[in-house]
Each structure stands twice: as structure tokens, then as C-alpha cells.
């Protein structure tokens, strides 16, 4: 007989820089939260100024102040799977491990700050939700937008992806579609009976080699578009003249885009006679400088906003009304990657700055 | 407990309609070809005038006469695999079914041969041999040859397989290669960071898309030689920019060219700073026409001898050292397709044809 592992605890008391270490090596792959939902669940009930609240492996945590303004402080719990960097480890003012950049740092600030802000200037609702980093109908801030809309209601939101502890407003869109050539199967012996649609891609990824993305400027921010093939899947046998290349496409659009003009205008640069279907296209969200709640945040954080470039949540608060932007330690490059680390000092700077807007 | 079933057994007695009818309902799949081999090895055992060996799942049946000419009248016992196209039927003058054009009707003829002539104005050695459908070192002929070299010693050699009842001369050889396009990998929010393996491939399509192949005349005969793409592979996430794109190609080239030369020419039609790997280069035949044999077989056909597209065991005989030609019953555009069929008219004609010559 085992006896199970003892529960994870999350002591809050700690610094920034240990809290994320905790984090990090409490596993939390996509799916697999539970142990890391219990702590923050248990470590956040014990807080007395905090209501907490559970939905499936994601906790909301509030503040209930009656103050004039709401904030929502937000971290997904989930990691992609790890890549032999777990445990976490220091070397200098650099932590190292799975999720330290994308996005226990982000978490580990909010913990902070949801422990020793007991009256903060406006009222707070922390939000720690789940698979973030799989499909969009799996992710906990969906669930929770379906089951417990009311939970997401507020002024603005801080999502503390990472953006190297600067501001990144807005979000891209996301275009995938597949384009399929068509042709007619022959023997590679009498290949001239058959229309080889390998060979009648050329095209496609003449356009796609040619191409040049655009580059969007809206409230200052430049957002720069991307068209990349992600996958061609062609072949029926060695000897065999394929009748089918079908190739897959990644596009990223500027939120000045709507999901319909993002799909009009990629699908208007290939040839109209092969076929073009979009498996799935999400718009983005714009930077909103020019909403009050955001523009406050900017200027206090005294930072200079630059334009979010990869999906986020951000486009999901947005879609449900609420300003957002991205504001976390951590370098976005370094999300997904084997050797991703966030640094001590930009650790540490998340968490004063947003303490001071908040205290 | 069960009884296996009995034995099949071929009636050489049956015209060649209704022998390749039985032989069609005898299953032969590449590698399951024990069953066939055994009925035509009894069969030809019954035969006084035929020496009879057996090397594999091949059977080699010989007249010495002493004939001061020696002739190879071959075709193999296997087929692809199966696709809804048994048992054998007729429609009016078509016999349908699964191997009935590449090659039981070949073959039956050969056995109807082999039955009759009794005292050919030739010696003939027949050979019914096994795995021609899959890869060359599993192929009969080549453990025939390997093994029993002096099975195989003649002055020509008939392949039976489909060539229109008429003399398809020489064959093509073929090249398989792969192209290997880098790249480096990125996400595709920031897809300038990378290098898109699939985008840089454009050029290789494009050589592919505009290359006009070759028609290459020898001893009047037209090869016309071909070069496609067959296999396509590049992905590794929907959201990476892709550093590998591996395209496969199948090259066929007239026998005038040597496996070197044909490497050489296909290996220059591509840009120089792309990975480029023979995978296979197997060299064509040449026609021979200008050998007395094949001369000789050709007058009495009375028939214009055609180039043959595709390989075939010609370009082994060739090797050996033994001039060589495709002469069968069946359209060879047929072969491997679900509704292959030989024609009544066709397997009569070469019957006739060849027997007037042996006898």
C-alpha cells in the first residue's frame, strides 16, 4: 500500500521570487490543475478580506469593498507539457523551470499581491483558471464567462501574461484554414495522364514566399500581421501521381481586423479556382488606449504600451466587455520554450507596481 | 475441428480463357504465393517433356531438346492486394478480375505454352516466379539469379507482362529521391523570426510545375521520361513556423541514360543549397532491337514495336546479360487498378502468336 503524496501548500508569506518557485514545481499541465487549484484554493480561503469561489479547477477570489471601481487580476494555472525543466532552479536573478515565464511569475504576483492587499483602492477579483494552453472551449475563463458570467464583471482587466513587465495592449487575431489543390492520380510511369497537384501548389507557396505582411498602426501601437504555412500533407504511394496537397495555413491579424475582412483578405491572395476553408478564425482584441480604466493603468505604470502580437485572453475580456491588457513579468518570446526563466528584478517590479496602483 | 481446404488445381487442358479465369481465383497476393506455385509446380510435374524446379515460391520448367537456341518465356505468379475485384468474371468479351491484366492472362499463356509445345523449334525454359510486385531483393527473378544462375541463361527473354499484345521494347529506369528544405523554427505570432521551410520550397515546386521532361528516341523508339513530385511532408504545430520540408520525388528516365547521368541531370533541375537524397535509382533497359533475337521475335510478330514506360523485369534480363522484351495480353495502363480486366481477344492472339514462333 502507497500512501498518497501529501497536498501541495502554498504559503503566501513568502517572496515573490519563492512563491514562483513553489508554482513552478507544483506540475500543472494542461488538464492535470487539480493539485495546484486545491493550494491556491486553500491558501487564498484562509485570507479574511477574500470571498473564494471554485469553478472546475479554476478559483475566483474577491475583494468586497463597495469601491466605485473593480479590477480583475488574472493568471492561467496551466503549463504546455514539461521539457525536462522541472524542477525549478536559480542561477543569479534568473528562475529557471516550466511555466516560469509563461505564466507562474504572473501568478506568483497575483498571489502576492491578493495576500497583503487587504483594502485595496479599488475592489480586486482575482482570477486563477485553467487550460489556457489547449483548445478554447476547455479554457477556465470560458467556463466561468458560461457558468458564472457575473464573477467577470468589472472596470478592467490585468492579465498577467508575459510581457516583459511592460504593458502589451490588444491582442492579434488568428486565422487557420486549409487550402486544397486539387488534381488527378496517375502512374508516375505515364505521369502526363494525371495532373500532379503537388506541382500545382507551386503557386500557393509562391504566394505565401512573396507575400508581405502588413503592418498595422492603431493607438501608436504597430501590430504586425503574419502568413505562414504550418503543415503540407500530400502523398498516396511512391509511385503514385498525388491527386490532392492540401496546405495549412497560420495567419495573424491585427485587431483592426474583423474575423470576416481577416478571412476576405487571406483568402483573396490565393487562387480562387483551389479551395480555401478556415478550420477557425478568433478576432483580436483592439489596445483601447483610449478607454479610461486603461489609459489610468498606462500612465500610473509610467510604462510605454507596446501592441500584443500572439493571442490572448485579453480578446476574451474584451469580447465580454471588459478593457483588458497584458502586464506580467517574463519575456513572451521565452513562452513554450525548454529554457524559458523570468527574472528576479522583473518579479519584483510587477509586484510594487501594480501594489502601488492598487494600494 | 476444421478440414483445410483442398489443394486448387490447374486444368492446363482448359483453354486460356477459362486457365486464367482459375488462375485469377487463386489468390496471390505478394508474399502469399505458396498455394498458386504449388498448383502450376503439379501441374507442369505432369508433363514429360518439361525438367521442373522449384526455387521459393517460383517454379522454373525447362525442354531440353538441344535446340541451338534457348528462349525465357516468364511472368509472375503475384498481385497487389485485393480491392473488391474477386472472384474472376466475363463480360462479353472482357475478363474481369484481380491480376487478369498484370499478369494471370500473361501467364496463363505461358502455361497453355508450356502444355502444348511439346517439341518447341526452341528450347524454352518457363519461369513463374513470385514477389515482383514489392521490393526488388524479395523478387523471385533475383533469387533465381542469385541462386540458380543457370536457370536463367538464354539467348531472349519473353516477359509476359501487359503490353497490348504488342512488343513493348527496352524500359525506363527510375529514380526516388528526397529534397530536404530547412528552415528555422518560430512562433507564428512573430513568424520574421523564423525561416518557413514550406515557403522556401516554392522554387522547388516551381521547377517541378515548369520542368518539361525529355523524350529521348532510340532505335526509333519514343521514351518519354517524367519527373514528379509524389510525397510532401512539412508541420510540426499548428502555431510553428516549420524548419523542414521533405519533398519526395519519382523520376523516370530513358535507358539511354546511366543511373549516374540520370542522378546527375535530376539533381541539377534543383537549387544547389537544398539537401538532395537518392533514396532508390534503379537503371532502365535498352530497347536492343538491333540484337538478332529480339530482331528476329519482333519480324515474326509482325507487330511495331512501342517503348515500355514503366520498369519491368526486362531491365533484369538486360543486367543478366540476357536481351529481353515485354510481350502480354492486357492494357498496361490497367494494371493495379480495381477494374483491371484482360481481353478474350488478346490472351487468343498471343497464344497463337507465340506458339507459331516456338513451334
Not at 486545491?38 to 470571498?51: I, M, P, W
Not at 492579465?159 to 502512374?187: F, K, N, W, Y
Not at 493603468?297 to 478593457?323: H, I, Q, S
Request: glycine share 10%; net charge negative.
Amino acid at each position: 500500500m502507497t500512501t498518497p503524496a501529501p497536498a501541495p501548500v502554498l504559503e503566501l508569506g513568502a517572496d515573490v521570487v519563492e512563491l514562483t518557485r513553489a508554482l513552478v514545481d507544483i506540475p500543472s499541465e494542461s488538464g492535470d490543475e487539480k493539485p495546484l487549484a486545491d493550494a491556491v484554493e486553500s491558501a487564498l480561503a484562509a485570507l479574511a478580506h477574500l470571498t473564494v469561489e471554485r469553478v472546475g479547477n479554476s478559483v475566483v477570489a474577491r475583494t468586497g469593498l463597495g469601491r466605485p471601481e473593480r479590477v480583475i487580476v488574472a493568471g492561467h494555472l496551466d503549463t504546455v507539457p514539461a521539457a525536462g525543466n522541472l524542477p525549478a532552479r536559480q542561477e543569479g536573478d534568473l528562475l529557471y523551470g516550466l511555466g516560469a515565464c509563461d505564466m507562474k511569475g504572473g501568478v506568483a504576483v497575483a498571489l502576492r499581491l491578493a495576500a497583503t492587499l487587504t483594502a485595496p483602492s479599488r475592489d480586486v477579483t482575482y482570477v486563477f483558471y485553467e487550460c489556457e494552453e489547449v483548445e478554447g472551449d476547455r479554457n477556465g475563463l470560458h467556463r466561468i464567462a458560461t457558468e458564472r458570467p457575473e464573477l467577470l464583471a468589472a472596470d478592467l482587466a490585468i492579465l498577467m501574461e508575459p510581457s516583459d513587465a511592460g504593458v502589451e495592449a490588444g491582442c492579434q487575431g488568428v486565422l487557420c484554414a486549409d487550402i486544397t489543390v486539387r488534381g488527378a492520380r496517375a502512374h508516375t510511369a505515364r505521369a502526363w495522364m494525371g495532373v500532379n497537384a503537388v506541382h500545382r501548389s507551386a503557386e500557393v507557396l509562391r504566394v505565401l514566399d512573396t507575400h508581405v505582411p502588413e503592418r498595422v498602426v492603431i493607438d501608436g501601437l504597430e501590430y504586425r500581421e503574419g502568413l505562414s504555412a504550418v503543415a503540407v500533407r500530400a502523398g498516396v504511394a511512391g509511385n503514385v501521381v498525388p491527386d490532392t496537397c492540401v496546405i495549412s495555413l497560420n495567419a495573424r491579424f491585427a485587431p483592426s481586423r474583423s474575423a470576416a475582412e481577416a478571412e476576405a483578405y487571406v483568402r483573396g491572395l490565393f487562387p480562387a479556382d483551389d479551395e480555401f476553408e478556415v478550420t477557425e478564425v478568433v478576432p483580436g482584441a483592439l489596445p483601447g488606449l483610449d478607454r479610461a480604466a486603461v489609459g489610468s493603468l498606462v500612465r500610473f505604470l509610467g510604462v510605454e504600451p507596446r501592441p500584443k502580437l500572439g493571442w490572448t485572453d485579453v480578446a476574451r475580456f474584451t469580447e465580454l466587455g471588459v478593457p483588458a491588457v497584458n502586464f506580467g513579468p517574463g519575456d513572451p518570446v521565452l513562452a513554450h520554450t525548454a529554457g524559458e526563466y523570468v527574472s528576479v528584478g522583473q518579479l519584483v517590479e510587477c509586484e510594487r507596481k501594480l501594489g502601488d496602483w492598487l494600494r
